[in-house]
């Protein structure tokens, strides 16, 4: 049953950021946009045009940022809602510059699964050294940017080897040298693993999950009859594309079945603390670059020390949070947003971190940005109360949502004009 442990993190991965209040700066140092990556579970504004994955009901993310600012300053990427982190980042790259999505020669005949996948006309196509992108991801998001900009600059000598053995050509992503991010922030993200992939929980999730009916949130509705339709899991190269004429049931069970859950190569292993970990060895922090982390606390000390859900927030965060703060012996690892250990959300462990020096009175507040530092994680205190969805709006309660509406609004915007005005 090891292939339906995907799982109750399903439920709970899907998010909206802090609130800020960051000072507008007089001058701009750089007008770079920002791209928004989504995490597990994500999916396109078109798929759920009413409750879009940045901003829930009562905000569009992005569109309120373009309308506010004068211009396109950000665009919403989609990757796979479930595949694994690598898969993502060269979803991602295809999504942004256009053309064939490339998994990697090497990589696809590892894993067993088609090297191509889906073919895009690029949002940003002319992403380069000198229209370079801040890089912005929730949850998942937040793994699959570290990796897309260690790879941009890295590259990969193993696929470039496989293809030229091969007599293939690579994917330019896999060819490194390119210096096209001038920075990366990261909102709930899972950079050392979540406790919750080991939850026994797993596998009765995924069968709500996978069957269609969790609560119409994951699944697209037709604007007619608001029954449920197909979701879109974005793994073609697993051959997980519904045929004509299959049955809805038919094709989440053989979703279910798939050997992709069996293998490392899917969202869920590479949110465990193994596969995280995996992801922290193959990357590395630019000394080029700016680097900023945000987390949500929805956790207080119990009685007994350990961390258990603060009030008002979701069941299912409650449950999560309750789980995570029981596990194990280090304190460090208790507090979570839900979802996320906030020790996970703070940064990766390994790599150089340091407080935000741009913010005070926690994170809500701007200082100046002159004082941010390129070449480490930057990381703000966790948000007391807020949990993981939180992070981007989602809230499953009409009061809890639109008590948030504004402070979400507020972060985005704050945030923007906070990379805006980084010395590039």
Not at 358 to 376: D, I, L, W, Y
Request: with cysteine.
């Amino acid at each position: 049953m090891k292939k339906l442990r995907i799982a109750f993190i399903l439920f709970l991965f899907a998010g909206i950021a802090t609130l800020f209040n960051f000072t507008d700066q007089s001058k701009a140092d750089n007008d770079y946009p920002i791209v928004f990556v989504h995490g597990l579970n994500g999916y396109g504004e078109s798929e759920i045009p009413s409750f879009p994955y940045w901003g829930g009901r009562s905000n569009n993310v992005v569109n309120e940022l373009n309308a506010n600012n004068g211009g396109t300053v950000a665009y919403e990427s989609v990757v796979s809602p479930y595949g694994s982190d690598w898969d993502r980042m060269c979803e991602l790259y295809a999504y942004l510059k256009g053309g064939t999505v490339d998994y990697g020669l090497a990589h696809s005949q590892q894993y067993g699964h088609a090297r191509y996948g889906r073919t895009f006309p690029g949002i940003y196509p002319q992403l380069s050294d000198t229209n370079k992108v801040h890089l912005v991801g929730h949850s998942m998001g937040g793994q699959t940017i570290r990796d897309f900009d260690s790879m941009l600059r890295n590259g990969s000598q193993t696929e470039m080897e496989a293809s030229t053995n091969a007599g293939e050509q690579a994917s330019p992503l896999f060819a490194g040298g390119n210096n096209w991010i001038e920075s990366v922030t990261s909102i709930a993200g899972v950079h050392n693993g979540t406790p919750l992939t080991n939850s026994p929980i797993n596998e009765v999730a995924a069968k709500v999950i996978f069957t269609g009916n969790f609560m119409g949130v994951s699944l697209p509705r037709d604007s007619t009859t608001l029954k449920p339709q197909a979701t879109d899991y974005k793994l073609d190269q697993w051959g997980l594309v519904r045929k004509q004429g299959e049955s809805l049931p038919a094709f989440n069970k053989r979703v279910v079945e798939s050997k992709a859950w069996t293998s490392h190569d899917n969202s869920l292993y590479d949110l465990s603390i193994n596969g995280s970990n995996a992801i922290t060895a193959r990357t590395n922090l630019s000394p080029n670059e700016y680097y900023f982390t945000y987390a949500g606390n929805a956790t207080k000390q119990g009685l007994t020390g350990h961390a258990v859900p603060v009030s008002g927030i979701a069941p299912y965060f409650s449950i999560g949070a309750a789980y995570i703060g029981a596990q194990g012996n280090d304190p460090q690892w208790w507090a979570s947003d839900g979802c996320v250990p906030v020790i996970s959300a703070k940064a990766p462990i390994g790599q150089a971190a340091q407080p935000d020096s741009t913010t005070v009175n926690g994170p809500f507040e701007q200082s100046n940005t002159s004082t941010a530092a390129k070449g480490v994680w930057q990381y703000n205190d966790p948000v007391q109360g807020w949990d993981h969805n939180d992070f981007v709006g989602l809230d499953v309660t009409k009061d809890r949502d639109q008590a948030n509406a504004q402070k979400v609004q507020s972060f985005y915007q704050d945030l923007y004009l906070k990379l805006k005005s980084l010395n590039a």
